[in-house]
């Protein structure tokens, strides 16, 4: 694990723990810090490279899937509402407005379109192919 001093942002070291959360694919605890200077929410102490991939197991991604049926509409619908209360949970708490929202790891793109619905501009970095779907679906929308 690596811990860090300074906020990755605006390098302030002024910052509080925001809320400990449990991975529920590997059930290792880690908190969540918010820098008091910029608002920016950071995982501390976070993976180094060799530790993070203990959190991304294969079945990890949500890719959506070709098959149509009623379970598989159901479980889409359910984490997107899911996702959504979450968010709007944390910007409630937050109060951020109009700001850039980044979101590292970004999946299939649920939170970026739930950011962008609440007014933020948001951006997203994911690894995997799972954001490719997504990616497609916005592109033909314009």
Not at 56 to 67: A, D, G, L, M
Not at 87 to 100: A, D, G
Not at 117 to 130: A, H, Q, R, V, W
Request: hydrophobic share 25%; with cysteine; glycine share 6%.
């Amino acid at each position: 694990m690596e811990t860090i001093h300074q906020c990755p942002l605006c390098k302030s070291n002024n910052f509080n723990t925001y809320c400990i959360k449990i991975d529920s694919y590997t059930g290792i605890q880690f908190t969540i810090l918010r820098c008091n200077s910029c608002g920016l929410g950071f995982v501390n102490p976070r993976p180094n490279s060799s530790e993070i991939i203990k959190h991304y197991p294969p079945y990890y991604s949500w890719k959506k899937s070709k098959n149509k049926n009623l379970v598989n509409r159901l479980e889409q619908w359910y984490r997107y509402h899911l996702i959504k209360y979450e968010i709007t949970k944390i910007l409630k708490k937050l109060k951020l407005s109009r700001r850039n929202t980044p979101d590292i790891g970004c999946g299939t793109g649920d939170r970026l379109d739930i950011f962008e619905k609440n007014g933020l501009t948001p951006f997203g970095i994911e690894p995997t192919d799972s954001i490719d779907e997504m990616l497609k679906k916005r592109k033909n929308n314009y």
